[in-house]
């Protein structure tokens, strides 16, 4: 049985093969990073060098932690002492080297690294399933798992094997060897964080771009230090965000509600994942047909690159933000609020869940649980097809004197894109679809033959229930609203999916509004889901202004906008004709902010752009805290 000095001695050689291990694994993260120069060169060397050492450096005091016990205080687990010494050590490292893992296919797949958003996906029920995640990817994960411990287990068991040869040292020897490298990556670091706060300060882009693709970097700017050292240092105007206040103050102004005498019935229909290229005459040609019909936006943008923002922002009509707030404080919308004051009967309807994103705790928090409807299925387009029947169930056994609303969320052109056979329109397609096993690289294309299917497969469902509307005659006193929850990348501009990038194939979605007595007509400028509630309120007899209770205006009157706010988990951006700033949110975002034309092309000048439009960024830092309590509202 080895000594407690000899067990020491390995798991330093341990803790050694296991840093370089750690080290090739977070490589993988630069692998994006052009090196312009030596000054970049460095700080990436620096911080992967002494960053894959603080990766590691819980699981090593963890284990030094263990093993100081068993030598000096659990002296009654003699026996088994080699056994826990070593099986902390390694599950230790194995759980670092787990989540590096978990963190680079993240980054690898979305752009950005395990968040507030990924941990929500993970603990909130739904979540997961929402991912399209499948048994196969399941099992290849915990297949990885156990080869992952196999193989530290064998290579604690080589390296035992050569201490065994290799002729005896002094127990103080690994010590120095390894203190003087310990003091190595302490420097290192110190001279990474130099070399970052130095290059904030001097606005070197090449280095604050290549910070953010180290997970967890934590960076450290010196301006006010250069201030207060006397160094000259160019004032960059910024857009400060007061966070301090969250108690809600919404609507900002008790609502004036006149109840329509003939109450106009609402369906509202929203897809997941729907892009604005996809309403297209060949690939959804019902849909297409129908939004000849009604009032079509061809430059609408969604309010957020995910669904939680998506879906909040077109029945708020409020910035993103501000879902935490309504979260927190259990607050549904004033357009739930009126439409069930007036007595409609709800028919809520969803591929998904409720509960993730928390719909059920924030859109129909007041909605009777009964009228809330969740049934999923391992293949998307099955869902749908059985949610639009029930919908079109609850619809037929209504009762025809009371309003109703009838609200489906679609789940086919989602990740994994799900179609039963008689919708392909494109093939090949890529049809064992893996998140362990596809290659963005070589699949891209097949990809997105998979998601244009499944948009066909949408257009089906959709035309359900524009055959029943119209065979029962509903269209004449309903409104219909079809749109998305936001866009779908797919490489365009190096990102797939969404979530992960303020690029307009993410955000841009199509939006079709039919009101009973309203023509055909289509919209180019500008549009937002922040439009559609401040749309639809004075529909059901609200008569205060669009500003008491949004930050939209009605798509039918006067008002244009001269830009939009889409937001993700922790950043908003700011969308105009021309340009797009995003801007991190709080300090504790991981990902920092970029300046483009619309169109993401990158500028010459970033910060002219910031200079001429100071004023549009305070107002929109100003909405966000417009319907916040205190003297802050």
Same mark, same amino acid.
């Given at each position: ?12 050689h ?5 840093y ?6 977070? @490589? ?5 990073i ?9 700080f990436?060397?620096?911080?992967l060098?002494?960053?894959? /050492?603080?990766?590691?450096l ?15 205080r ?8 080699p ?24 980054? @690898?797949? /979305? ?10 996906? $993970?603990?909130?029920p739904?979540?997961?399933? @929402?991912m399209?995640?499948? =048994? ?10 156990i ?18 040869r ?22 290192l670091?110190?001279s990474?964080k130099?070399?970052y706060?130095?290059s ?9 771009v ?28 910024? $857009? ?13 102004q008790?609502?004036e509600?006149?109840?329509?005498a003939?109450?106009?019935n ?5 897809a ?5 290229d ?12 129908f ?10 943008y969604?309010?957020g ?7 909040? @922002?077109?029945?708020y009509?409020?910035?993103g ?8 404080e259990r ?7 009126v ?43 099955r ?11 609850f ?11 009838a609200f489906?969320?679609f ?20 049809e064992? /679809?893996?998140?362990?096993t596809m ?16 948009c ?28 998305g ?5 797919f490489?365009e ?12 194939e ?13 023509g055909?007509g289509?919209?180019?400028r ?24 949004a ?12 830009f ?10 700011y ?33 002219l752009?910031?200079?001429n ?13 417009? /319907?916040k =309590?205190?003297?802050?509202?």
């Amino acid at each position: 049985m080895l000594q407690a000095d000899q067990r020491s001695h390995l798991l330093h050689h341990y803790y050694f093969v296991s840093y370089l291990f750690i080290v090739a694994l977070s @490589s993988g993260f630069i692998e994006g990073i052009t090196l312009h120069d030596l000054r970049t060169v460095f700080f990436v060397a620096a911080t992967l060098l002494s960053s894959s /050492f603080f990766y590691l450096l819980p699981a090593i005091i963890l284990s030094k932690s263990v093993h100081f016990l068993l030598a000096s205080r659990w002296t009654r687990m003699k026996r088994w002492a080699p056994v826990v010494d070593f099986g902390v050590a390694i599950g230790a490292v194995v759980a670092v080297e787990l989540l590096l893992f978990a963190d680079r296919s993240v980054f @690898s797949l /979305f752009g950005f690294h395990i968040n507030g958003f990924v941990v929500n996906l $993970v603990i909130t029920p739904g979540g997961l399933e @929402s991912m399209g995640t499948g =048994g196969s990817a399941v099992v290849v994960g915990f297949m990885g798992f156990i080869a992952l411990v196999a193989v530290q287990l064998l290579l604690l068991w080589l390296l035992h094997k050569l201490m065994a040869r290799t002729k005896p040292r002094p127990s103080f020897w690994p010590r120095k060897i390894y203190s003087y490298g310990l003091l190595v990556l302490v420097l290192l670091a110190a001279s990474e964080k130099a070399t970052y706060g130095m290059s904030h300060l001097q606005g070197f882009k090449e280095v604050l771009v290549a910070a953010d693709v180290f997970p967890f970097y934590q960076p450290l700017t010196i301006r006010s230090l250069a201030k207060k050292l006397g160094f000259a240092v160019k004032r960059r105007e910024r $857009v400060a965000i007061d966070n301090t206040i969250s108690s809600l103050s919404y609507p900002s102004q008790p609502l004036e509600v006149t109840v329509p005498a003939k109450p106009l019935n609402i369906v509202w229909l929203v897809a997941e994942s729907w892009r604005a290229d996809m309403l297209d005459p060949e690939i959804m040609p019902v849909t297409w047909k129908f939004a000849q019909q009604g009032q079509r936006f061809t430059n609408h943008y969604s309010g957020g690159n995910g669904t939680r923002m998506g879906v909040f @922002s077109m029945f708020y009509g409020v910035y993103g933000p501000y879902w935490f707030s309504f979260l927190a404080e259990r607050r549904p919308p004033v357009i739930m609020d009126v439409i069930q004051d007036q007595g409609y009967q709800l028919g809520l309807y969803t591929s998904a869940k409720f509960s993730y994103p928390e719909f059920d705790k924030t859109i129909f928090a007041k909605v009777p649980q009964a009228a809330l409807h969740s049934h999923q299925e391992s293949l998307g387009w099955r869902a749908d097809r059985y949610n639009v029947g029930e919908m079109l169930n609850f619809i037929e056994e209504r009762d025809p004197a009371r309003p109703f609303m009838a609200f489906m969320f679609f789940e086919s052109p989602h990740a994994s894109y799900y179609f039963p056979e008689e919708s392909v329109i494109r093939q090949p397609y890529l049809e064992d /679809f893996n998140y362990a096993t596809m290659s963005l690289d070589d699949d891209i294309e097949l990809i997105r033959n998979r998601y244009i299917n499944s948009c066909h497969h949408l257009d089906s469902q959709f035309a359900r229930v524009f055959a029943y509307l119209e065979q029962n005659d509903l269209l004449e006193n309903t409104v219909v609203v079809v749109t998305g929850d936001h866009g779908e990348e797919f490489m365009e501009k190096g990102r797939w999916g969404h979530n992960s990038a303020f690029h307009e194939e993410q955000i841009r979605v199509p939006l079709v509004i039919r009101l009973p007595g309203k023509g055909a007509g289509e919209t180019d400028r500008m549009t937002s889901h922040l439009d559609i509630a401040p749309t639809l309120l004075p529909l059901l007899g609200v008569k205060n202004a669009s500003g008491d209770y949004a930050q939209g205006f009605d798509l039918l009157g006067p008002e244009r906008r001269d830009f939009t706010i889409i937001s993700d988990w922790s950043r908003v951006c700011y969308v105009d004709e021309k340009y797009k700033e995003v801007i991190p949110l709080t300090a504790s975002s991981m990902m920092r902010g970029d300046t483009s034309a619309r169109d993401d092309k990158p500028l010459a000048d970033p910060d002219l752009f910031r200079q001429n439009h100071l004023d549009f960024l305070q107002q929109m830092m100003k909405g966000l805290g417009k /319907f916040k =309590g205190g003297p802050a509202s």
